[in-house]
């Protein structure tokens, strides 16, 4: 089992910058994909960014040059770096752990985004 816990959301003006941090506890962090995910009112939840176990990372053509997916295995946490926010940006930002061998698939409660002046 993996509990994950995200942090770092909140209220911010377009053009401006959040970091999102997802901890993870309960099993060997390092062998999971981490992904990030979110999901606007209304809207399906949209795959955001990835990074492998081994540190690749992927991103939606919609935050591309803007976000940054980062992991620190020592820590059990993965960050999203997210700059130049925009107000379709806006969302609930969940943390996905997924390990397809063990078939391990884990979501942390999410965390609000709100980018608005």
């Known amino acids: 089992q993996v509990q994950l816990v995200e942090s770092g959301g909140g209220l911010v003006q377009p053009g401006g910058s959040l970091r999102l941090s997802c901890a993870a506890s309960?099993?060997?962090?390092?062998?999971?994909?981490m992904n990030w995910y979110r999901q606007a009112p209304g809207k399906l939840r949209e795959l955001v960014a990835t990074?492998?176990?081994?540190?690749?990372?992927n991103y939606a053509d919609s935050v591309k040059g803007r976000f940054t997916i980062s992991r620190d295995n020592a820590k059990d946490t993965v960050y999203l770096q997210m700059n130049s926010l925009k107000p379709e940006d806006t969302a609930v930002y969940y943390c996905?752990?997924?390990?397809?061998?063990?078939?391990?698939?884990?979501w942390g409660q999410g965390t609000q985004v709100t980018v608005s002046s």
């Open positions: 990074i492998t176990h081994t540190g690749i990372t």
């Open positions: 309960g099993s060997r962090f390092s062998i999971y994909a």
């Open positions: 996905n752990a997924f390990n397809r061998f063990y078939g391990d698939d884990y």
